[in-house]
């Protein structure tokens, strides 16, 4: 039973353009959420996270939104280069981040030159 | 960077062996984690540790084991390998349980 799903296994984009990564969870005790990169043959690295007593973080050309009715996570990468090409995956965790992470089984991003 | 070293990062075995997978971590994290990364899967959580000789299993923990007798080594053992081990074997730390640092990753090929 999958508790972070992120439904898109793949997703390409032309540079310069929007990428928007989606992530669901249906676990309503969540209420932390990150978001990690990673390249091929290297482990993942954390990108940005949020808090659920917020519904936007920003970071340079990364941003979470949150929407805790919709159960529902979306990261916005603009613009969007050649680089961020690489998996994103979604986690999460419970209890103000005091509960392990349950990840969602990833994206693959493809942004074209 | 949490300065994590994942020995070997590859290796091949034969089915029935016993595989010991190394981590060691130079940060005194706290947590230590064990994942394995498989295509539709994701990251899929092994076993993990909160501390020396204490750990506990995550959801795919059947055929593994793990010990921690010092706070900077984490080890997973594979007890008698089957090809459905063969996977990519990341290690993780973190301060507090929703912090994870990875390593880069084991390849672990089973035949």
């Known amino acids: 039973d999958q508790q972070v799903k992120q439904n898109s296994p793949s997703l390409s984009v032309q540079e310069g353009r929007i990428s928007i990564l989606n992530c669901d969870y249906t676990n309503s005790m969540f209420d932390y959420f990150l978001w990690y990169k990673k390249y091929p043959a290297e482990g993942p690295t954390f990108l940005i996270s949020?808090?659920?007593?917020?519904d936007k973080n920003e970071d340079g050309r990364f941003t979470v939104f949150l929407n805790k009715s919709a159960k529902h996570l979306s990261l916005h990468i603009v613009p969007s280069q050649p680089g961020d090409s690489a998996v994103y995956f979604c986690?999460?965790?419970?209890?103000?981040?005091?509960?392990?992470?349950?990840f969602g089984k990833g994206t693959k991003l493809t942004v074209n030159p | 960077d949490a300065g994590i070293t994942q020995s070997p990062r590859h290796k091949v075995t034969e089915t029935g062996t016993p595989v010991t997978l190394r981590c060691h971590q130079t940060e005194n994290h706290r947590y230590m984690y064990w994942y394995r990364q498989d295509p539709g899967h994701g990251l899929r959580l092994i076993h993990y540790?909160?501390?020396?000789?204490?750990?506990d299993k995550g959801e795919v923990s059947d055929g593994y084991s793990v010990s921690r007798s010092k706070t900077e080594d984490f080890l997973l053992t594979l007890e008698s390998a089957t090809s459905s081990q063969t996977s990519v074997y990341f290690c993780a730390t973190g301060q507090g349980l929703s912090e994870a640092f990875f390593g880069q990753g084991t390849r672990l090929t089973v035949v």
């Open positions: 949020i808090s659920s007593i917020k």
């Open positions: 986690a999460a965790s419970a209890q103000g981040g005091s509960e392990k992470l349950v």
């Open positions: 540790s909160y501390g020396v000789k204490d750990t």
